[in-house]
């Protein structure tokens, strides 16, 4: 299957600072490029995504960057929070449509 | 907010036993899916599943595995003879479109322990 490489595998910012974790894929035919973020024992829940042809997209202090031509993608939280501490994934669907292919997670800790 | 149920949150069968997981997908979706996660990794695709027939399954979804909808509401995860190495949280997913740039709504997730 498609390889998507995350970074880093760990993360410790103090609470404010911002936090950036960086994706690469394989598969030039992803255009779906979606974030979770994985609180200890609780399901994925999607935080933000994006599409191919756009660039970027931001929700409040969660924002997305996507640069197709060296099939790089990152997530960026500004001002952080004690709460945004969890495993982050990011994920690449498949050339198929139906699958997404995972990121090993980041694990991020916001300490006050 | 409409949700993904599983069940049983947590399953501990023996070597070998057969194993039922299952899945209540939200109403009006039409799509589905099981990942697995095992502890400490990354979560991984074993298949999708649209019109009563697998779309798309991955290498790990060998002839051990198998899923069914028996009714209009479940969607099931069958694992005949298990192994150790099945050890893992399992999700259920469902989305109302037909790739998976609709968006996601995983379930809680079963946890399954073979010992």
């Known amino acids: 299957g498609e390889n998507v490489e995350q970074h880093p595998s760990t993360l410790s910012v103090q609470e404010g600072d911002s936090a950036v974790i960086k994706c690469t894929y394989s598969?030039?035919?992803?255009?779906?490029f979606p974030w979770y973020k994985q609180e200890l024992g609780k399901r994925p829940q999607l935080i933000i995504d994006?599409?191919?042809?756009?660039g970027e997209k931001k929700d409040q202090r969660i924002a997305v960057t996507l640069n197709k031509t060296a099939k790089h993608f990152s997530l960026h939280i500004t001002e952080t929070q004690p709460e945004d501490s969890a495993v982050y994934f990011c994920?690449?669907?498949?050339?198929?449509?139906?699958?997404?292919?995972f990121g090993k997670g980041t694990s991020l800790l916001v300490t006050p | 907010e409409p949700e993904v149920t599983q069940t049983p949150s947590h399953q501990v069968t023996q070597m070998g036993q057969e194993v039922i997981l299952r899945c209540v997908p939200i109403?009006?979706?039409?799509?589905f899916y099981w990942y697995r996660q095992i502890l400490g990794q990354k979560v991984e695709f074993l298949v999708s599943?649209?019109?009563?027939?697998?779309?798309?399954k991955s290498e790990i979804f060998d002839d051990q595995f198998s899923v069914e909808r028996p009714d209009g509401s479940n969607f099931t995860l069958k694992i005949r003879s298990t192994k150790l190495e099945d050890s893992a949280m399992y999700f259920c997913?469902?989305?109302?479109?037909?790739?998976?740039?609709?968006?996601?709504?995983f379930g809680s997730g079963t946890r399954l322990t073979v010992v």
């Open positions: 997913a469902s989305s109302e479109g037909w790739d998976s740039s609709y968006g996601y709504t």
């Open positions: 598969d030039s035919a992803s255009n779906y």
């Open positions: 994006i599409r191919s042809n756009v």
């Open positions: 994920a690449a669907n498949s050339n198929s449509g139906y699958a997404l292919n």
């Open positions: 109403s009006n979706h039409l799509y």
């Open positions: 599943f649209y019109n009563n027939e697998i779309s798309e």
